[in-house]
């Protein structure tokens, strides 16, 4: 059978043609994207944090996380929400990581980097002085 898959949440066995996951659990998943829609959609509910639509609806973080990851629940609307950046935990509105830990990972390549351009430019340094040797001892035997 062709793209046979155990559901990653459930664990039962479903074709895997449209959704990485079975169709139980995808009619749950949408009816916890409903709840959630339906408290963001109150006015007085569309500064609310993670923390209270997840206790208001009693639908997992890691659901309300998802839905703002995808983009169906968006953060210019619903400013209070995010995802924890994959690194650190931070709460964060796009990308995977906080600017802090972005800042981390690239200053440590630019270091990375600066070393082995270092270590070249020594390289090629001892070459030169090598051969610049050479040249100078072969001056001496010819006269």
């Known amino acids: ?10 664990g ?40 209270e639509v997840h206790e208001q609806t009693e639908v997992p973080l890691e659901q309300i996380h998802q ?18 950046c994959e690194s650190c935990g931070s709460i964060i509105k796009e990308g995977r990581l906080c600017e802090s830990c972005k800042g981390n990972i690239t200053g440590g390549l630019e270091k990375i980097e600066r070393e082995k351009e ?10 030169r002085q090598q051969h610049s040797a050479y040249h100078s001892l072969s001056d001496r035997v010819k006269k």
């Open 67 to 84: 839905f703002v990851r995808e983009g169906r629940l968006l953060t210019r609307q619903f400013p209070n929400l995010g995802y924890p």
């Open 12 to 51: 039962g066995l479903f074709v895997k043609a449209l959704r990485p996951i079975c169709n139980h659990c995808f009619k749950i998943q949408e009816e916890h994207f409903e709840k959630v829609t339906t408290f963001m959609r109150k006015k007085q509910n569309r500064m609310a944090t993670l923390r």
């Open 1 to 10: 059978m062709k793209d046979v898959a155990n559901c990653p949440k459930c």
């Open 118 to 127: 270092r270590l070249e430019a020594l390289e090629k340094e001892e070459k």
